[in-house]
């Protein structure tokens, strides 16, 4: 049973930084994607960054790429999100979520694919 568990957000001034966390257990191997999304009150979620836990080719949405990395450790089980230059437009909740499957990569995957969600942890950008 897979359970995900996100920690780590926060409220920042535009231009700083938050590295929210993600520990996961119940894989049952490495074929899951892996992932960030985020929604904002009022409108869809959105996914962030996702991997493919085998080669962990990280994909990103354009609007974070070059500020968030996506990352893990797998000694700890922990999914990161590194957000850099962060702005008002971030502010959201983010969540952290993982879908099985057999891949080449998660791009194309889309949001109502994903079967396991953490409970979101609120990230506010003033």
């Known amino acids: 049973h897979v359970q995900l568990v996100e920690s780590g957000g926060g409220s920042v001034q535009a231009g700083g930084s938050l590295t929210p966390s993600c520990s996961a257990s119940?894989?049952?191997?490495?074929?899951?994607?892996v992932g960030w999304f985020r929604q904002a009150p009022g409108k869809e979620r959105e996914e962030v960054a996702s991997?493919?836990?085998?080669?962990?080719?990280?994909y990103y949405a354009d609007s974070v790429r070059g500020r968030f990395t996506i990352s893990r450790d797998n000694a700890k089980n922990t999914l990161y999100l590194q957000m850099n230059s962060l702005q008002p437009g971030d502010t959201a909740m983010y969540y952290c979520?993982?879908?099985?499957?057999?891949?080449?990569?998660?791009?194309?995957?889309?949001?109502?694919?994903?079967?396991?969600w953490g409970q979101g942890t609120q990230v506010t950008v003033s």
């Open positions: 119940g894989f049952t191997d490495p074929s899951y994607c």
């Open positions: 979520a993982a879908d099985w499957g057999s891949r080449a990569s998660c791009a194309g995957v889309q949001v109502i694919d994903y079967t396991y």
């Open positions: 991997a493919y836990l085998i080669r962990f080719n990280a």
